[in-house]
């Protein structure tokens, strides 16, 4: 009988984590058949088409999301009406719970009969606690990456399982930067700085001034510096027209390459977000910086609850990390710290040996990877 799966992945992130998870559950259930919204990996993986595609879900902050309210609105009833026509077994949304749950909560409201299954538990150890118990009216079911977020949600009745981080299997361990280095013609002694800026338009447009200046910054200290920027595709051409005035500057969208980069660098500036806890678990040397919208920031800064915006201090419960957020960011501090770090040996020693604390807090099940256990787990009749 074919097991029917819609799956809806909103930004980038998802999209990684959909890919891996669809595969798995290609493995797991060979009559699978998939229907859904996600990115180019998930349509590699297996997703036949995207409903509509992903960028239109791609938005982050109250004051950004404000202006797009009712095309949003119109996205999700299109969403509900295509998932009571394909009739699947199981919904599973990943991540972007703005849109995500509202889509999960209306097919509860409208008496769909499927499982309900949320991928990426949302942070309400971090903010709006009572999220645990609104969301458990809806869903039948939570994936978790992190082991301590399961009890929020099985305290409100909700199915919750802890899967571990898929970082942890993402090949960001094998990185080699000295294969790197040879690819781009480096020598082991050239200092390099990785900037990175993060997946939306909006973490460009913010990142980018505050990147040039570090850039230029360090520059004053060390002229042979060479920066490398990861990125997505979609923004290569951009970040390499905005940095075309600065010489040693190689911008990377190749992903046979991506976490070679990471392990390249000596240190590096990360916007918050899961990127910076992949260069946490690199081993590198690193500040995280972010700056929102004003009106954004003071609406977050009254909810927020855990005391760091680094996924890598609230994993480790303290400041591991340096954080430069809102008006902390401040560009010249940042700068020093950088030229301190490139200076200090000893911060290369500290950063390998937080990263192996923080390898046993995102892996959990280390025999078994996250995509496989998440797909064992969905596909439970």
């Known amino acids: ?43 590699e993986a297996g997703l036949p088409e995207s409903f509509f595609p992903m960028d239109e879900l791609s938005v982050m902050g109250i004051a950004e999301i404000l202006p797009r309210i009712p095309k949003f609105m119109g996205l999700i009833r299109k969403t509900v009406v295509a998932i009571k026509g394909y009739n699947p077994d ?15 909560k209306k097919l ?51 199915s919750a399982v802890s899967v571990g981080h898929p970082m942890v299997t993402s090949g960001l361990l094998d990185g080699d930067g000295l294969k790197f280095r040879q690819a ?17 338009r909006s973490e460009l447009d913010m990142s980018i001034p505050v990147m040039r200046n570090i850039l230029s910054g360090l520059r004053v200290r060390f002229p042979d510096l060479v920066a490398v920027i990861p990125t997505l595709p ?22 046979d390459e991506k976490f070679d980069a990471f392990k390249a660098c000596d240190v590096a500036a990360v916007v918050s ?23 954004t920031w003071e609406i977050i800064r009254r909810v927020v609850t855990t005391k760091y915006a680094h996924l890598g201090n609230i994993l480790l419960n303290r400041r591991a990390y340096h954080e430069f957020i809102q008006e902390d960011m401040k560009e010249e501090d940042m700068i020093s710290l950088l030229d301190r770090m490139l200076m200090n040996a000893e911060c290369k020693t ?32």
Not at 281 to 288: D, N, Q
């Open 1 to 43: 009988m074919t097991f029917k799966v819609f799956i809806i992945a909103g930004e980038s992130s998802g999209d990684v984590l959909g890919a891996d998870l669809i595969r798995s559950l290609v493995a797991i259930c060979p009559d699978i058949e998939l229907r859904g919204i996600g990115g180019e990996k998930m349509i």
């Open 90 to 104: 199981v919904v599973v949304t990943i991540d972007s719970p703005d849109f995500s749950f509202r889509v999960q």
């Open 108 to 158: 509860k409201q409208d008496g769909v009969e499927c499982r309900k299954i949320h991928y990426v538990a949302p942070t309400v150890w971090a903010w709006r606690p009572a999220r645990a118990q609104k969301i458990s009216r809806f869903l039948d079911g939570l994936i978790c990456l992190f082991p301590f977020e399961t009890k929020y949600f099985e305290r409100e009745g909700l």
């Open 184 to 200: 781009h013609d480096l020598s082991k002694d050239r200092i390099i700085i990785g900037l990175f800026c993060g997946s939306r």
């Open 234 to 255: 979609k923004w290569k051409d951009d970040l390499i027209r905005e940095f075309s005035g600065f010489e040693s500057v190689i911008v990377t969208s190749d992903r």
């Open 273 to 295: 977000g899961t990127v910076a806890l992949e260069v946490a678990l690199a081993g590198i040397p690193h500040l995280l910086f972010y700056k929102m919208n004003k009106v």
């Open 350 to 381: 500290k950063s390998m040996s937080d990263s192996k604390i923080l390898l046993e807090c995102l892996q959990p099940n280390p025999n078994e990877r996250a995509s496989v256990l998440a797909a064992t787990y969905i596909s439970k009749k």
